[in-house]
């Protein structure tokens, strides 16, 4: 066994790698470089016999020859355009081998040169000559850029694996956007809290849904792998984006109320609730199909549909939108306000500069810009979004087959959804109150229809009102993941409300459900 001494420069390169707090860029240099100073070859000698710097990356390309300057530039470019930051190997073959080339003091000044009247806005690089300890030159082209995008030769171009592939106008409009208002959007932002502050039951779900629908392929490791994974991590620090995402917020982000006139001056009832995104949107959606009405039509011997005032997908994906596209520099919060003729869900922000939102609702934008990338990318790749610039379009559609007239309307701080409810969905007139839950007795159509567990769970909490999933779990002889899907149907079902987060988060019958 031949013993590498390792110098204090390496022990450094090493730190940097596990540290983690690197862009891959860096990362995959300290690699390169370490490779580069260990490799031995089977000479016997302990020289190296051919020195191979790894695969290309989307931070890292190789060209033979400085005979490949043009395309190596585009590169350089799409790579800034991706990452901000990235690494250019002239005389390396495609699978890494060094392979050299002729290497003058002409040739460094002639490359960056080439670098700088190129791409716009000009970088400079550091370009240096290296040796691959067996007489063979290379040059590496280290490149930093914030400025993005940048266009080569007057094109736009981005990385995706190892390839430098065209931009659509609309990603460049959108990164034209970001470069006018924030140096880096607010969802990629550091955040203060720690990653224990995670909701891990919450990632594991979002996991799952991303592994049952294909956009998203490792399964659940770890938080923190799982967070660097989907890029909702800075260093060390959770992004903006992961504490919206996965963080019970410390601050109110939902007020629901019910009022009895549009001049705001008696309300009926309110709720103010904080939590994680997806928990916001479980709660906002279970208080609107608590307080609308809803018939059932019972088909051949079938059981019998429930079908809501408000098609529940098209509440689910304004509420998702309010979340996604809402200003968070804003002190406000997403408010829902429920009136005898309408249903309005307000988002603190108006529509970014150059969107409309009654053009979405026509049908004659699909445009995707958004002022939070990182948190609909996120959303995208667990199916929450279905489809950039499709939220809108599908709530128009949802709508018209519910005969649902909805309309945006700009406020002074932000948008209002409005859903105009139709007063022809039920015999009697809509009314500002709750509406009473049909009882969930022994001989009630709704307890017939909840499955054995459910009505398991409920007559649990009915005995012993609100305990956690592990207790219940423990008495009932259910499985933990069994219990999380029973917890989900009855939440959907306005059966029960939670309380608290992660391992203090309870479960208690909703007031409607005791028939209270």
């Known amino acids: 066994m031949t013993c590498v001494r390792r ?111 190129s791409i716009s806005p000009t970088i400079h690089p550091s370009v240096e000559r290296l040796d691959d300890g067996e007489g063979r030159s290379y040059i590496r082209v280290s490149f930093v850029g914030r400025e993005a995008p940048y266009s080569c030769h007057g094109r736009f171009r981005t990385r995706v694996a190892d390839e430098d592939v065209p931009m659509s106008q609309e990603e460049i409009g959108r990164m034209f956007l970001y470069a006018r208002t924030h140096e880096l959007p607010w969802d990629e932002w550091e955040s203060d809290r720690p990653i224990l502050d995670i909701d891990e039951e919450e990632l594991r779900a979002f996991v799952s849904r991303g592994n049952a629908c294909g956009r998203i392929e490792e399964p659940f490791a770890s938080v923190e792998a799982t967070l660097e994974g989907l890029g909702l991590l800075r260093g060390d620090h ?28 008696e309300i009926l009832d309110l709720h103010q609730e904080s939590g994680t995104l997806f928990e916001l949107v479980r709660k906002a959606q279970t208080y609107i199909l608590n307080n609308t009405r809803r018939r059932f039509v019972i088909k051949g011997m079938g059981p019998r549909e429930e079908i809501p005032e408000i098609p529940t997908d098209a509440v689910r994906e304004i509420l998702i939108n309010a979340y996604t596209h ?32 009654e053009a979405h609702l026509s049908g004659k934008s699909r445009s995707s810009l958004t002022r939070n990338e990182l948190i609909a990318r996120t959303l995208y790749r667990s199916k929450d979004i279905e489809s950039y610039a499709s939220g809108i379009p599908r709530v128009r559609d949802l709508c018209a087959n519910a005969n649902i007239r909805i309309e945006c309307q700009r406020m002074a701080d932000g948008t209002n959804f409005v859903f105009h409810r139709n007063d022809a969905f039920a015999d009697k007139p809509p009314t500002n109150r709750r509406q009473p839950a049909e009882p969930l007795g022994s001989q009630s159509p709704a307890w017939r229809d909840m499955p054995e567990n459910d009505r398991l769970v409920y007559q649990y909490l009915l005995e012993n009102g609100s305990s956690r999933t592990s207790d219940m779990a423990r008495t009932l002889k259910v499985s933990p993941r069994t219990l999380r899907d029973v917890m989900r149907r009855l939440s959907e079902r306005g059966v029960v409300v939670a309380h608290g987060a992660n391992r203090n988060r309870t479960y208690d019958l909703a007031p409607r459900a005791r028939g209270t």
């Open 326 to 357: 809402r200003d968070w520099l804003s002190s406000g919060c997403v408010q829902i306000d429920i009136y005898n003729d309408s249903i309005e869900v307000f988002n603190p922000g108006w529509f970014i500069e150059g969107q409309d939102p």
């Open 7 to 117: 110098s204090s420069q390496d022990v450094l390169w090493l730190q940097t790698c596990r540290q983690g707090r690197q862009t891959g860029f860096v990362r995959a240099s300290a690699h390169i470089a370490y490779n580069h100073r260990h490799s031995t070859g089977s000479t016997g000698e302990g020289r190296l016999a051919s020195l191979n710097l790894g695969r290309e990356t989307e931070t890292v390309e190789f060209k033979k020859t400085t005979s490949e300057l043009r395309e190596g530039i585009e590169s350089i470019a799409s790579i800034l355009n991706k990452h901000g930051a990235g690494e250019l190997y002239f005389g390396v073959r495609d699978d890494g081998e060094v392979t050299g080339q002729d290497v003058a003091g002409s040739t460094l000044r002639r490359v960056s040169q080439a670098v700088a009247s």
């Open 238 to 265: 959770l992004t903006n984006a992961a504490e919206v995402l996965f963080c019970t917020s410390r601050d109110v982000e939902l007020k629901m109320g019910i009022l009895a006139t549009h001049a705001r001056t």
